[in-house]
């Protein structure tokens, strides 16, 4: 795209606040596509949206009337429009200069980096953060982050997300619908699906409590540990603890079949269905490529001699081989 290299940053900035503001005022599968597909239609796109830009964001607070002065120009007569641009552009870097200034003196409250991370199926994306941290986002995940002077907070709306938490003066907070996590440094993995959170925290200590009681703590864990909550409740599980997902593999040992299906559809859109009840129960180890529904469903009917069906939507349905 030949034209859009040449646009100045600015006026990207410009555009990226008009769909940063829309998914924000208005967070609908549309707005979300729409802001998703213009980071990902060029690379200066991704590089304004995923660089945590200070300025950018401020643009959003400082141009509140972005959207219907865009209307406005639209509908203005294209001698007139040119001279009117000029003005409002001018206006506008003068307010992100100076919104960019004041960031540097503003107190605790001001916003240093508050954005919204999207991933879709299939794809696992990283982040780094301001504060030194990093996150790294699972298949179908959304994440809100907000970072101040004396205030680091992630909310993780749905999905499964790690964090890397840089050692800082303030603690790091971490919520779901049902949980809220603090850590000062660590590495914490955290999923949120509807009334359920699970936590595999890897490295460090970490405070966990239910959003009922923010303000009471209800468990302490050291790593590595597996916590859940539902109901209100906080519990520890006995479980193993799997840290390969970041990494793009799934990884099985003496697993179900029925679970190593359902892991597996989070992150393709051709599904693996299983036709006969009877092979849920096998019992599946080993490491495999997350995204590459035709590679394990070959594998799966190699090791347990079963068949592979496709249906009309283009699935893949495993069978067992009748019995001759």
Request: charge should be positive; glycine fraction near 8%; aromatic fraction near 4%.
């Amino acid at each position: 795209m030949p034209l859009e290299r040449l646009k100045p940053t600015w006026l990207l900035r410009r555009k990226a606040s008009a769909l940063l503001a829309r998914a924000e005022r208005d967070p609908s599968p549309a707005n979300l596509q729409a802001l998703d597909g213009w980071r990902k239609k060029n690379a200066r796109h991704s590089t304004l949206l995923n660089s945590g830009d200070a300025v950018l964001r401020q643009s959003l607070h400082l141009s509140p009337s972005i959207l219907t002065e865009e209307r406005s120009r639209a509908q203005a007569s294209h001698e007139r429009a040119r001279p009117r641009f000029a003005l409002a552009a001018s206006i506008a870097l003068c307010l992100i200069c100076a919104g960019a200034l004041y960031l540097v003196r503003g107190g605790p409250n001001q916003p240093i980096e508050a954005v919204l991370l999207t991933t879709s199926v299939g794809e696992i994306r990283q982040v780094h953060l301001s504060d030194g941290s990093n996150v790294t986002l699972d298949t179908g995940t959304s994440v809100r982050v907000d970072i101040r002077r004396n205030h680091r907070q992630a909310v993780v709306d749905h999905g499964r997300a790690r964090f890397a938490i840089a050692s800082s003066g303030a603690p790091f907070t971490i919520r779901t619908a049902t949980a809220a996590v603090r850590l000062k440094g660590g590495v914490i993995d955290v999923s949120s699906g509807g009334a359920d959170t699970d936590i595999v925290l890897i490295a460090g200590k970490a405070q966990i409590g239910t959003e009922a009681k923010d303000n009471r703590h209800d468990l302490v864990i050291d790593a590595p540990a597996s916590v859940s909550t539902n109901g209100g409740a906080v519990r520890a599980l006995p479980r193993q603890i799997s840290a390969d997902w970041p990494s793009g593999r799934l990884s099985f040992a003496n697993t179900r079949l029925a679970d190593v299906v359902a892991t597996a559809n989070r992150y393709t859109k051709v599904q693996i269905g299983i036709g006969d009840p009877s092979i849920s129960d096998l019992r599946v180890t080993g490491v495999f490529k997350a995204g590459d529904a035709e590679g394990l469903s070959k594998s799966l009917a190699a090791a347990f001699r079963l068949r592979i069906e496709k249906d009309g939507r283009g699935d893949l349905i495993l069978r067992s081989e009748p019995q001759r």
